[in-house]
């Protein structure tokens, strides 16, 4: 069964912390994974996107990475600001016929104290 | 920050009635989507289209029905709402290059509450 696992379920860091999330996949075949940020009462947005042959990618203070072998990925913020408290969703795509999936977890709330 | 807007953003109403949930995006994008979000649970698709005149059922079963009359617009309509129809609707486009599923751009979704 296609499944996104997410851990921890919820999270809180002093500002100025460095924190990872993790995502654990058994979707296959793999397309490519997203991770996207919710902040509460908004539509989720679109940090970064892995596919098969990338490790690791940046944007900014967010890091991800990807290990397609154990399907495993990470994303790692650093240097929290009070702004990164949001939910943060992993989102996986199938290459499954011309239709493709995504299979969603459910996300790591992250809290940022001052 | 994309353009993709949702009406209303909240909205209480009382069982039975009907309502329709508005989505727009001046993104002109092919594809759009209708997902279903409760707290701490994943996205479950509900509706997605592929273009004009294109509408499918998604991976939870739902009693709503929507119409892609325009490219810009797809709203979602429950003929008749029930308590059970509480949650969060979030609309979402993405443009036709990357597959069925690129990158999705998010309204800001739509709180139903259904007494």
């Known amino acids: 069964k296609n499944q996104v696992e997410q851990s921890p379920q919820s999270l809180i860091i002093l500002e100025g912390k460095n924190c990872t999330l993790q995502?654990?996949?058994?979707?296959?075949?793999?397309?490519?994974l997203r991770w996207y940020k919710q902040d509460t009462g908004r539509g989720p947005v679109s940090l970064t996107i892995?596919?098969?042959?990338?490790n690791t990618k940046s944007n900014g203070r967010y890091t991800a990475t990807l290990d397609a072998d154990t399907k495993q990925s990470s994303l790692h913020i650093t240097a929290s600001q009070l702004s990164d408290s949001a939910s943060y969703i992993c989102?996986?795509?199938?290459?499954?016929?011309?239709?493709?999936?995504?299979?969603f977890g459910r996300g790591t709330q992250l809290t940022v104290w001052p | 920050e994309a353009d993709i807007y949702q009406t209303p953003r909240y909205l209480v109403i009382g069982t039975g009635k009907k309502i329709t949930l508005e989505c727009s995006q001046t993104?002109?994008?092919?594809?759009m989507y209708w997902y279903q979000q409760d707290p701490g649970m994943e996205l479950h698709l509900i509706h997605y289209s592929y273009g004009v005149n294109s509408t499918e059922k998604g991976d939870l079963s739902s009693e709503s029905t929507v119409s892609r009359i325009r490219t810009e617009h797809f709203p979602l309509t429950l003929e008749s709402a029930r308590p059970s129809h509480t949650s969060q609707y979030l609309c979402?486009?993405?443009?036709?290059?990357?597959?069925?599923?690129?990158?999705?751009?998010f309204g800001e979704g739509s709180r139903l509450t259904v007494l």
């Open positions: 995502c654990n996949y058994t979707v296959s075949p793999f397309s490519n």
């Open positions: 989102v996986v795509s199938d290459r499954g016929s011309t239709l493709g999936r995504l299979y």
């Open positions: 993104m002109g994008h092919d594809k």
């Open positions: 979402a486009s993405s443009p036709r290059a990357g597959g069925l599923y690129g990158e999705l751009f």
């Open positions: 892995m596919t098969f042959s990338e």
